[in-house]
């Protein structure tokens, strides 16, 4: 659980601050949660951590770590016509971690920016692609991205790490791949094991948005005005109907004393 008000070095200005891939994505869904977390170092509560979700990425990356060792094809791959095979580089390890990841100095801004990927593949001509695994457990084959908010953020996600990687002068594919892991239901008992099916989803990534979201970023950081409640931020309602709550039962409490 996050502290209350956590150190100034790590808000905006403070010498461990970074702008990451995540804080990008809180931006777009609420500019008040992001000023509060960012500039106020108040963050919003963490959910619940998906054990399930991390222990099928970690399993994920050992596979594709073994094929990335011998500089083979996946089967996956194989299965989708995809000729590639995962991207050996000595960062990867760093790339993937959480409060490292890849990360680029962006000069109009100041910002250092960064975001930690699941994987990388390299097709023969030496073009990247940005790969992502998502897990889930729903009816049906999963074979495209719908339009739900979760969806979209997917997309987001993937379009930085394409951003990232070219600024740090990779040759990067449009087109990146989420490997979605999908846990199936339909077994006729549990047996203490679960089964999956997955599938390979292609999203032609547009990054050309990045760059006017790093200025909006930028502005609202150095301003000293908080920015308006996000209208469909369940944060910012919960918090407005708690203080009109609280307010009501105050005044309610004194009239009885």
């Known amino acids: ?8 070095d790590w808000n905006y200005g403070g010498k461990r601050w970074r702008l990451s891939r995540s804080k990008i994505d809180l931006f777009t869904e609420c500019e008040r949660c992001f000023y509060l977390d960012n500039k106020l170092g108040v963050a919003r509560p963490r959910p619940p951590s998906f054990t399930l979700n991390l222990a099928v ?9 073994a094929h990335r060792a011998l500089e083979s094809s996946h089967p996956l791959m194989k299965k989708y016509g995809l000729d590639a095979v995962p991207f050996k580089h000595k ?5 993937r971690e959480n409060f490292e990841g890849i990360e680029y100095a962006h000069a109009d801004t100041g910002f250092t920016v960064s975001g930690a990927i699941d994987d990388v593949w390299v097709t023969p001509k030496g073009e990247l692609m940005i790969v992502d695994y ?9 074979e495209t991205l719908g339009d739900s908010p979760w ?17 740090n002068g990779f040759d990067v594919s449009n087109t990146g791949y989420f490997v979605y892991v999908n846990g199936r239901k339909d077994g006729e ?6 089964e999956f099916d997955i599938t390979l989803i292609p999203h032609v990534g547009d990054d050309s948005w990045i760059e006017g979201i790093l200025k909006k970023i930028k502005k609202c950081l150095d301003s000293d005005a908080v920015p308006a ?7 910012c309602n919960y918090r407005k109907l708690a203080r009109e709550a609280l307010g009501e ?5 004194k009239l009885f004393l």
């Open 1 to 8: 659980m996050p502290k209350p008000r956590r150190s100034s």
């Open 189 to 194: 008992a549990f047996d203490g094991k679960l």
């Open 151 to 167: 969806e979209k953020q997917y997309m987001r996600q993937m379009e930085i790490y394409q951003w990232l990687f070219r600024k």
């Open 91 to 95: 960062l990867m390890d760093t790339w």
């Open 57 to 65: 990425d970690a399993l994920l990356k050992k596979e594709f770590d």
């Open 134 to 142: 998502k897990a889930t457990s729903k009816d049906g084959k999963i």
């Open 249 to 253: 039962a105050t005044k309610k409490s």
């Open 229 to 235: 409640n996000g209208e469909e931020c369940e944060f």
